[in-house]
């Protein structure tokens, strides 16, 4: 089955800085990957999502990028801003179910004032 | 805020007693689906409901069971808990089934189990 690898655990950048993470996915047949913000005490709320038949897409600071053949995605936040600090997790559709989603484990991002 | 809710925001149970979750979807949405976030983890999914029928499920015994309502609102059922079943409970709905459509939080139901 699919498995999601998150990358780093935590990630801490100065405010205004850019921030990079990083998913990788096993199942060649995934086509769907979305990226979700979770606050505390909240549930996740999606951020930007990506489609496979694009290999980027952004909106405002924030964009994704995916590499097909390479099977990894990664998200990029620029002019990083305090309430930008919360949990990110990368997801990715299992390709032979169409209904599940499988998650990575979530990196913290801390912006350091 | 993503208008879906849930219910109740905590509870507490022992061991080997029964609960039932709660959420009502956003307005015009038809599906929705649950997930267990234990404590620093990534939401596991549990299954999916799509117009009052189970149409996936993920990786959970019988014990979790579910229900939707004709105003597409979801119950999670879970009986015989277990101490590993304390978790935050997160349901999602979504304006149909499957993977790749937008699936928008609910803020959670926090389940202990002692």
Known sequence: ?113 | ETGVTQSPTHLIKTRGQQVTLRCSSQSGHNTVSWYQQALGQGPQFIFQYYREEENGRGNFPPRFSGLQFPNYSSELNVNALELDDSALYLCASSLGQGARETQYFGPGTRLLVL
């Open chain 1, 1 to 113: 089955g699919e498995n999601v690898e998150q990358h780093p655990s935590t990630l801490s950048v100065q405010e205004g800085d850019s921030a990079v993470i990083k998913c990788t996915y096993s199942d060649s047949a995934s086509n769907y990957f979305p990226w979700y913000k979770q606050e505390l005490g909240k549930g996740p709320q999606l951020i930007i999502d990506i489609r496979s038949n694009v290999g980027e897409k952004k909106d405002q600071r924030i964009a994704v990028t995916l590499n097909k053949t390479a099977k990894h995605f990664s998200l990029h936040i620029t002019e990083t801003q305090p309430e930008d600090s919360a949990v990110y997790f990368c997801a990715a559709s299992q390709g032979n179910s169409n209904y599940q989603l499988i998650w990575g484990a979530g990196t913290k991002l801390i912006i350091k004032p």
